[in-house]
């Protein structure tokens, strides 16, 4: 196992598009988490899934965003009529077990959404 | 609400000497965790060290030591021997019961020759 992956690595949009990114975890986590970092700032959670089902959403989150962990193996976020504001690193984590406190959070290494 | 706060944006350190980094920190709840992280340029984070805030002790990772001080809700990393591989972002980061982590706004750390 190559650890956790994102794709894609970079992702260039034209205000208003679509975009949707995908993580892969490690296989056997059953923890997933999504982050976002903005330039000069720690991450910033956005929502994580324990298997299939998603336990908790930031308000960061705004219904023009949307993730899914179908089959609690990898997960999509997507991103609808995307704004400059949106323009960040986002980062995916997987744990396994009861979550970050108890065992290690291993991160991707992100998708960089540049919004022009 | 949780809150993190580094209040050094950067630090430099010669090589093979020491460094501390701070980070403080406030929570309402009794049992979390604190962690520090390690975010290389365009690469991924890694976890650094951990500490559980029901332990007394230090946590120690070879080169790598915490000072946890709860009652301040102070969480210093420090760096001994520093090597040129240890130049990064350090982010201190806080889990609670809700599992997920609330980062800091990181510190920079030069190693320089």
């Known amino acids: 196992d190559t650890g956790v992956s994102q794709d894609p690595r970079h992702k260039i949009t034209k205000r208003g598009q679509n975009v949707t990114f995908r993580c892969d975890p490690i296989s056997e986590h059953n923890r997933l988490y999504w982050y976002r970092q903005t330039l000069g700032q720690g991450p910033e959670f956005l929502t994580y899934f324990q298997n299939e089902a998603q336990l908790e959403k930031s308000r960061l989150l705004s219904d023009r965003f949307s993730a899914e962990r179908p089959k609690g193996s990898f997960s999509t976020l997507e991103i609808q009529r995307t704004e400059q504001g949106d323009s960040a690193m986002y980062l995916c984590a997987s744990t396994l077990g009861w979550g970050v406190g108890h065992t290690e959070a291993f991160f991707g290494q992100g998708t960089r959404l540049t919004v022009v | ?113």
């Open chain 2, 1 to 113: 609400a949780q809150t993190v706060t580094q209040s050094q944006p950067e630090m430099s350190v010669q090589e093979a000497e020491t460094v501390t980094l701070s980070c403080t920190y406030d929570t309402s709840e009794s049992d979390y965790y604190l962690f520090w992280y390690k975010q290389p340029p365009s690469r991924q984070m890694i976890l650094v060290i951990r500490q559980e805030a029901y332990k007394q002790q230090n946590a120690t990772e070879n080169r790598f030591s915490v000072n946890f001080q709860k009652a301040a809700k102070s969480f210093s990393l420090k760096i001994s021997d520093s090597q040129l591989g240890d130049a990064a972002m350090y982010f201190c980061a806080l889990a609670g019961t809700a599992s997920k982590l609330t980062f800091g706004t990181g510190t920079r750390l030069q190693v320089t020759l």
